[in-house]
DNA sequence: TAAGTTTTCTCAAACGTTTGCGCAATCTTA
DNA sequence: TAAGATTGCGCAAACGTTTGAGAAAACTTA
């Protein structure tokens, strides 16, 4: 039934030369006689030969393979984000070996260690949300496998990160809600702990003062972005002194919930209250109220961006030894209109 | 910089045993005294001992690792699949190969060698929507490799597979038309090429008939699923004699642009016409004109019995040498009803 | 204390491939 | 035709681990 590959051995027994000539006029190598190749290769190919590459991967050190950590595949950001890691991949012949973190530091170190010990030429990490520590990356390091990071990315120096700058976003963002004769804008941000809730509430700022506005602080609530704590932001942006009469919200799902929120209070999307959002879901087209505007964070674009800095890296390695210097790509996000759909 | 990672022999030498031992005493083989077990694993965990799979992939002809091929990483429907495959690969310890065919044949075909020469112990496919010859997954038999097929199943005899019984699902869908008073069902389908098409059109034809209705031809369309097809189609049901009140729509999207285009047509969803359709997108409960019902496909659930199917076949091979049966594991599909959200 | 058991460990092969080095055969040139 | 250059190939080691078979050491028992 399942009969056994054949080896570069059997080739070279059956033609009566030694293994080294078989690998090398396979190799196309310039020491080997045009005849003793053609016969080679013809019998390999009458054979079905396919050489072995777990052994290939183990003698040489090297497995042309790139491990990726994600928080949640489910979310559409990492699934678009994997898609083109993917597709940037295979296009340099490498392969992908996935998992994913569930945003749990303690799988995330596993999983780090999982991907050394399957001798990875590369990682490419998006970290958890939970994760405080990064010295399982460090270890990485020591063994001369290189990490690129992408859009999150941990707070520490000397790493290589491809990230999207939500600061210009934010401004175009504030900037256009402004240019619509909004003066009253509320924010509703994410976790204190992100760096993307940080970067967002300094663009609200700036582009604040950059139009001789005050910022008010009243207007910008955090909030830890389920529905419920959606509902509880909107309540209290609703009942300010200063009622929003447009919104910016963390990401789309916030802004569903948010909307959700306006309709059941009787506030006309558009009207009586307007929302910028970062695009997360590209389904925001099919909604009939919807953010009139999203910033784009380009995830197919990180995505890309890091893979092949990543792979750079790795080729850059096997050339030569001196330290290189540490990639920072930065994609500025970009305001988008969202466009009506009746 | 680069520490070359510690290796079975020099914890041997340093302890003055010979490898066997320490290989031994790592695994806790009986043959080996407690003491001596206990100075390696001490010495073992100083060194920072990790062992090198690629070394063990190639000496068992094993690498823990599964082959998946999914046609578009970025359609909700294999994202969903792919983060239940990674889920349930992780708790039997195997990791993810992951690769995309993009509906491609050739690189189908690539990928399916790819994945042989990784000496995948198991491979994951949902087939390419243009993949019309299968020799590629035969050769893989030969090696031995257990092949499981979920959602996107070949006609083909003699494989494994998951996949989803969409007859039952549309029957449901019919019936609580019927139910809900429509007399007059229209039929959104997808290419007749599909086996997902012939389903529905069976389920279609049978719960027409199990209620004593004749099956009008006339209102079963098919479509490319893209926009444009999908209005045509629309045009198509409203321009019939007899106008359809109520429309099963082959997916989402076909639901999504089939609402815009009556809307656009001043046609009220939910009373002058109302539409069914197969659940591809989570976003669904936001929108706010939407299919009333969806015949849920469960991706999650597929993938997860796919991936267990497969490992199960995988543990087994090495058990016994004999051939098993083909697993067949039919998920019926099933109608939900879609909430109102304000 | 010698023989038999049991415990603990070693030897060496094997997995399939690559590659530095050396050697033989052939070819060149004066 | 002898010396050197070139071409074509083989030898053997190496990568790190596992494992069957056997050897040595320790412990029993009569």
Partial sequence: MSEKPTTIKEIAQILKISTSTVSRALHDHPSIGKETRAKVKKLAKDLNYEPNQTAIFFQKGKTYTIGVILPELSEVFFSSAISAIEE??????????????????????????????????????????????????????????????????????????VACNMETGTVEAVNYLLKKGHRTIGLINGPTTLLASKERKEGFIKAMSK?????????????????????????YLLKNKRKPTAIVTFNDYVALYAIKYARLKKLEIGKDVEFVSYANLPLIDYMDYKPVASVEQFPTLQAQKATDTLLDLI??????????????????????????NN
């Fill in 88 to 161: 940037a991949a295979y296009n340099r012949n490498y392969t992908v070996l996935l998992a994913q973190s569930h945003d749990n530091e303690i799988k995330e170190k596993q999983l780090v260690e999982k991907m050394k010990n399957h001798r990875v030429d590369g990682l490419l990490v998006s970290i958890s949300k939970n994760t405080k520590s990064f010295e399982h990356f460090e270890s990485l390091k020591k063994y001369n496998i290189p990490i690129v990071f992408f859009d999150r990315i941990p707070q520490i120096q000397n790493i290589h990160y």
């Fill in 211 to 235: 139009n001789r506005l005050k910022f008010d602080p009243t207007l910008v609530v955090n909030c830890d972005l389920t529905e419920q704590g959606t509902v509880e932001a909107m309540e």
């Fill in 315 to 340: 080729s850059q390695r096997s050339d030569s030894q001196e330290i290189q210097a540490f990639y920072k790509v930065i994609i500025e996000s970009q305001l988008v209109e969202n466009t009506k």
